[in-house]
């Protein structure tokens, strides 16, 4: 091999590893992009239904327990549908604490589409708790661990 010819082999894979790495990079950025996509869509199917948290706060002090859905002004399940939850299901969980379930929908992700994620209000009914089965990376932080 000559000198010409070893620094063109050397040159090709010097482009080969640059190519790589620029496939990597962009797979990186890729991901990076749909996590935050969907972290996007459960913050804002969280944040469409911040108004529950306090009709069922309300309700909870005003008749000393938990309202389930369809009494009062509480709507059916599906009512509480959104662009991303098809539903919110009210009432007291197996703990005795107070809160909802949301259902995740239409995000076009599998990891996300019909799993939960609850709003307690905790043993002492005054702090809210947020917990979902839901991958942590897609969760607001008030929503991780």
């Given at each position: 091999m000559t000198k010409i010819s070893e620094a063109a082999a050397?040159?090709?894979?010097?482009l080969d590893a640059a190519a790589a790495g620029e496939r990597l990079s962009g797979a990186v950025l890729e991901a990076r992009s749909v996590n935050y996509t969907l972290r996007a869509k459960?913050?804002?199917?969280?944040?469409?239904v911040q108004a529950l948290k306090v009709d069922v706060q309300m309700f909870r002090l005003d008749q000393g327990r938990c309202p389930t859905n369809g009494e009062g002004d509480f709507g059916a399940p599906e009512s509480y549908a959104g662009t991303y939850v098809t539903r919110a299901t009210i009432g007291e969980f197996d703990d005795g604490t107070c809160g909802f379930e949301l259902e995740f929908g239409n995000t076009g992700n599998a990891q996300i589409d019909g799993r939960k994620l609850w709003w307690d209000m905790g043993s002492d009914n005054e702090q809210w708790h947020c917990s979902s089965e839901v991958d942590d990376k897609y969760?607001?932080?008030d929503c991780r661990g």
């Open positions: 050397a040159a090709d894979t010097s459960i913050v804002q199917a969280n944040a469409e969760l607001p932080l």
